[in-house]
Structures are given as C-alpha cells and as structure tokens.
C-alpha cells in the first residue's frame, strides 16, 4: 500500500497569523478551535493537516486527525448504540463516535459553512467543554473530547452564521496575494515534495521536531502562566470599544495571549502578547451596528454602474451621497395563498397578512409531527425482544414544520429616498421580520444600491434590533438589481447544500428603476416583488420585472 505523507508544516510559505493561531490552539484547546476563511490554493487544508504533525501526544505518539465529513450524522459525530454487541449479548455497549477518535488530536471541518447548523452547535459545545455526554438510544456515556477544532470555508461558497461564527475562539482571513518571490518559493517546495516525498519531510524533520517539542514545553508551562489586572482591564477596554456582545471575546483573548506569552518563553504576560492575538481575537467578532452604517458590512459586489444602466430620476441622484430614513412603522404584507390572485395591495389586517402554506392563521398554528427516515435501532430491538432484523422497524420523530428562509433584497439606491419610499420599504422588513419569528423561519437582508451588493442581516433566525439597524441603512447611487439577484440564485444553491430540504421565499423590495435584464435568472421557491414606486405615471419597471422573474406582484400604496 503507497504511504500518504501530508506536506510539512513549518515547510508552508506565509500565512504567519495562520501559523500563530494553529500553535496557540493546539498550546490551549480551550481558546475554542480556529476558523479560516480564504480562497482556494491559499493553503488552508494543508496547514491544518501539517498541525497534527507537530502535537505530541501524552505519551509522546502522533496525534489523531480527524476529518468530519459534511454528510455526517448526529450518530457518526457523537457516538451510539453499538448494534453488534446488543446483537451477540443482548446488552447495551456505547459505539464511540469521531468526537471519541479526535480526543487529544485534531479534528477538521473542511467547508464548515456548509455543514448542517445542528452538527456545527454540538461541536463547538463540546470543543468548549471538552467532554462529549451522550444520552440516546439507550445509552448513557460521557467522555472527554478535548481536541483543536479546525474549521476552513471559502466565503464564495457562503457565510457561517454570526452566532456560530463567535463562538471559534480565533479567526484569520487569508488571500492569496502573494509576492513573486513567494510564488516561486512555492512551487518550488511543492515540486520537491512531489518528486521524493521521503526526502522532502526528512529535510525538514529537524525544524518539524524543534517546532513540536516548543509547543509541548509551552503546553506545559501553559498552566502556571500568569495574567495581570491591568493587561485584563485593556483587553476589556478594546473589546467594549469594538461593540463586542457577551464576554466569550475576553475569556479567550485572555487565553490567547497567555499561550503567546508560553510560545515565546515567558511566565507574565506583557502588552505585546495581548496586541499580538488582537486581530485573531476580534476579527470575526467585531460589531459595528451600533456605530456604523451597513456600509461596514460584508460587501458582496462592487463596481462602477455602466453607462446607461440606469434609468434617468430627476436630479443626479447617482452623484449624492448616501442619506439616511428612519424606518417606518411595520406595513403588513398579505403574501398570497393559492386561491389569490398575484396583484395584492399592501396594508392588510394583521389577521390577514400572518397566513401559512395551508391558510391558517399563524398565531396558534398546529403543526403536524412528520415521520422522518431514521431508523431508532434501539427501539426496534426492544420492540422485537432482540430478533434480527427486527420484526418491525422504529422511527425517529421528524422535525415539526417546515424549514423556510425568507431573503430579502431591499433596493438601495437613491432614487428610492423619494417621498419617504426607503423608510416604507423598511416597515414592510419589520413585518416580514416579525411574520418569520412566529413562523420559526429564518431571514436574511441583502442590500443592492451605490454600484454595491452587501449583506445586511446575515442567515438568521431571531434577529436583535432589526429596528435600529434598518435605521442605519442608508441609500444612494445605482441599482445593481442583476447582481443581486445573482447573488441571491448561487445563496440559495449553497444553503440547499446545507439543507435539502429547506424552502425559499424572496422578497424583492425595489422602486424598479433599471434597465438591466434578468431572464436569464431563474431564483428557487415562493417570489415577492414588492413595488415602491407609487407615482400616477410610472418610471420602474416593477410590475414587468415581476412577471420575468415569476414573481407576486405587491403595489406599495401611497399613505
């Protein structure tokens, strides 16, 4: 059988905050684990594969690397009923699963993003505790899982969500913008390594082994490292100056620069430790809601609106710089059910506008349990008194409801500011915002003005102070309607990825005042254009727009 050998770690060219992060997770494990974000041929898997080469073990072994694969399940992940032993002695036996196998190593999650957020929730709870307690088909077992959670996503693929974004202790944003020199450097290593594989590690065995023993000595220096008052004071100072929720920034950018201090030989913490792991601490955590428009946001499209592409709106509207509405009071939207025709008027009693799939009101809804297609194997050798296979097959309870999310593409641009028209748009998102909470569904806001295409609201299910932060949209510019709804056609692939079984509702909030072309764009699910343009001789484009996108047309009235 051909030997695999991963590319040596200290053999990678840059990436030093990349580097630092790994070694000072794999010091503290309790820091929560590393996401990497970055484009693909920017070396991510491979470092993350070349860490396990430099742990050492408790007793001085190699340490495990553990790949979660993204069709895992609950079962594969935290360990069950081992069937073959109720099979052969009718008694219970734990199965552990690849929380168990990455105890003291390494466990990697290639495209993080894309796995299923329930699997993503129980890792990180037990990367945080480092101990797995499993109670499920009949089994009661706990164990310790202590190991350095790796998580890599390339952000075209799709974004993680805030809250689960927070929660890995540290973060780092690779490009590849490499120098020539470091180019060349590359490849050369790489060649040499696929050449004579053997020869290129035994090369680098000395700095490989110099660089694990430094990680072992400072893992055991870890606990007797001290941070004072005022290096505390200053961490919490910056993280309250960033807007950062909750204190998990604070534990861990404590932990960070304590395992810095460690790797460079010191017992006391000093100021340059603690600026040392600033950006891995809050770059994933930083909060600008509170002192910034969404421009600070997560820009997804940028460039310069082509000649043309825009219909003329009294004045240079496209030369203005951004203005501000606060938002208006919530306007109901009565989304249509299948006996209704497409025309709607917005304004609908609020009994009519919270309506599900099946016509019933929302509040109070009784929603039937669904049968899923997992077998509980417990149950059905209970119920069969051990035979196999069982006489009669158990199944899980399926989730109740069903799994929606509703994306908003709200237009930005400035001819929107027209007679208070932005403001109404974004009462009509608190509406929305307000139908999905008591639907459990989750939205998302996607900006499209200014020549820009921007997140607003990432995928979330109960967002805090949506008030304050559609306040804090501002409008202005072109309208980039084509890119956004791009945008919104691969969004909506990749979360299909994640769920197959989600659905998809788009509500699209525009005044319609472009010319570009769209049939070529075909979005999943229920579509909404919602038309704010409410002038007797019309400019947009909405209704039209609409019927290419086979969309549900809503007329924003005049108030």
């Known amino acids: 059988m051909v030997q695999l050998h991963d590319f040596p770690f200290t053999a990678v060219t840059g990436q030093a905050n990349f580097k630092l992060a790994l070694c000072l997770a794999a010091i503290n494990p309790a820091i929560g684990?590393?996401?990497?974000?970055?484009?693909?041929?920017?070396?991510?898997?491979?470092?993350?594969?070349?860490?396990?080469?430099?742990?050492?073990?408790?007793?001085?072994?190699?340490?495990?690397?553990?790949?979660?694969?993204?069709?895992?399940?609950?079962?594969?992940?935290?360990?069950?009923?081992?069937?073959?032993?109720?099979?052969?002695?009718?008694?219970?036996?734990?199965?552990?699963?690849?929380?168990?196998?990455?105890?003291?190593?390494?466990?990697?999650?290639?495209?993080?993003?894309?796995?299923?957020?329930?699997?993503?929730?129980?890792?990180?709870?037990?990367?945080?505790?480092?101990?797995?307690i499993v109670e499920r088909d009949g089994v009661s077992e706990s164990h310790s899982a202590r190991f350095v959670l790796l998580g890599t996503m390339n952000p075209d693929e799709g974004e993680l969500r805030p809250q689960l974004q927070d929660r890995f202790g540290l973060s780092v944003e690779l490009d590849h913008q490499y120098s020539v020199e470091d180019r060349v450097e590359i490849v050369r290593l790489r060649e040499q390594f696929d050449t004579d594989a053997e020869e290129f590690l035994a090369s680098y065995k000395g700095q490989q082994e110099a660089l694990a023993e430094k990680l072992s000595i400072a893992r055991r220096h870890l606990k007797?490292?001290?941070?004072?008052?005022?290096?505390?004071?200053?961490?919490?100072?910056?993280?309250?100056?960033?807007?950062?929720?909750?204190?998990?920034?604070?534990?861990?950018?404590?932990?960070?620069?304590?395992?810095?201090?460690?790797?460079?030989?010191?017992?006391?913490?000093?100021?340059?430790?603690?600026?040392?792991?600033?950006?891995?601490?809050?770059?994933?955590?930083?909060?600008?809601?509170?002192?910034?428009p969404p421009s600070a946001k997560k820009k997804l499209f940028s460039k310069p609106i082509e000649q043309g592409n825009e219909a003329p709106v009294g004045g240079d509207w496209g030369a203005m710089d951004p203005q501000q509405q606060v938002t208006a009071e919530k306007i109901f939207v009565p989304f249509r059910r299948p006996s209704q025709e497409h025309r709607l008027a917005i304004g609908a009693p609020i009994s009519d506008a919270f309506v599900n799939d099946k016509g019933s009101g929302m509040t109070g809804v009784a929603v039937k349990k669904i049968q899923s297609r997992r077998i509980n194997w417990f149950t059905s050798l209970v119920g069969s008194a051990g035979q196999w296979p069982p006489s009669r097959l158990r199944f899980r309870a399926?989730?109740?409801?069903?799994?929606?999310?509703?994306?908003?593409?709200?237009?930005?641009?400035?001819?929107?500011?027209?007679?208070?028209?932005?403001?109404?748009?974004?009462?009509?998102?608190?509406?929305?915002?307000?139908?999905?909470?008591?639907?459990?569904?989750?939205?998302?806001?996607?900006?499209?003005?200014?020549?820009?295409?921007?997140?607003?609201?990432?995928?979330?299910?109960?967002?805090?102070?949506?008030?304050?932060?559609?306040?804090?949209?501002?409008?202005?510019?072109?309208?980039?309607?084509?890119?956004?709804?791009?945008?919104?056609?691969?969004?909506?692939?990749?979360?299909?990825?994640?769920?197959?079984?989600?659905?998809?509702?788009?509500?699209?909030?525009?005044?319609?005042?472009?010319?570009?072309?769209?049939?070529?764009?075909?979005?999943?699910?229920?579509?909404?254009?919602?038309?704010?343009?409410?002038?007797?001789?019309?400019?947009?484009?909405?209704?039209?727009?609409?019927?290419?996108?086979?969309?549900?047309?809503?007329?924003?009235?005049?108030?």
């Not at 404590?254 to 792991?277: F, G, I, K, Q, S």
């Not at 139908?435 to 967002?463: D, H, W």
């Not at 102070?465 to 072109?478: K, P």
Request: aromatic letters at 4%; one cysteine or more.
């Open 224 to 292: 007797n490292a001290t941070c004072d008052e005022q290096l505390r004071a200053l961490i919490a100072t910056k993280c309250q100056s960033e807007n950062v929720d909750g204190l998990r920034a604070d534990i861990v950018w404590c932990r960070a620069a304590t395992a810095h201090a460690v790797l460079n030989d010191r017992m006391e913490v000093a100021e340059n430790d603690v600026l040392a792991v600033e950006e891995l601490v809050l770059n994933h955590r930083r909060n600008h809601t509170r002192k910034a």
């Open 33 to 132: 684990g590393v996401l990497v974000s970055g484009p693909r041929g920017s070396a991510k898997s491979t470092l993350a594969r070349g860490l396990a080469d430099v742990m050492i073990g408790a007793n001085n072994e190699k340490v495990s690397f553990i790949t979660l694969p993204l069709g895992a399940t609950e079962e594969m992940l935290l360990g069950t009923l081992n069937l073959e032993r109720v099979l052969a002695s009718k008694k219970t036996e734990f199965q552990p699963g690849l929380l168990a196998k990455a105890d003291g190593g390494v466990l990697y999650v290639d495209e993080v993003n894309l796995l299923p957020d329930n699997l993503v929730d129980l890792l990180l709870d037990v990367s945080a505790s480092g101990v797995n």
């Open 398 to 559: 399926g989730k109740t409801g069903q799994s929606k999310l509703n994306i908003v593409l709200l237009d930005t641009s400035a001819s929107t500011l027209r007679n208070e028209l932005f403001a109404k748009a974004k009462g009509v998102i608190l509406s929305i915002a307000e139908k999905a909470y008591f639907s459990r569904q989750q939205l998302a806001i996607l900006g499209f003005g200014n020549a820009e295409v921007e997140t607003l609201l990432p995928k979330s299910r109960a967002p805090k102070a949506l008030r304050e932060l559609l306040d804090n949209i501002t409008a202005g510019g072109g309208t980039p309607l084509r890119e956004v709804l791009q945008y919104a056609f691969r969004f909506q692939h990749t979360e299909l990825r994640k769920n197959p079984a989600l659905t998809f509702h788009t509500i699209i909030i525009t005044d319609g005042k472009t010319t570009q072309h769209f049939d070529d764009i075909e979005l999943l699910g229920q579509i909404t254009l919602v038309d704010t343009e409410n002038s007797p001789i019309k400019r947009g484009k909405g209704e039209s727009i609409a019927e290419l996108l086979g969309a549900d047309y809503l007329l924003l009235p005049a108030f």
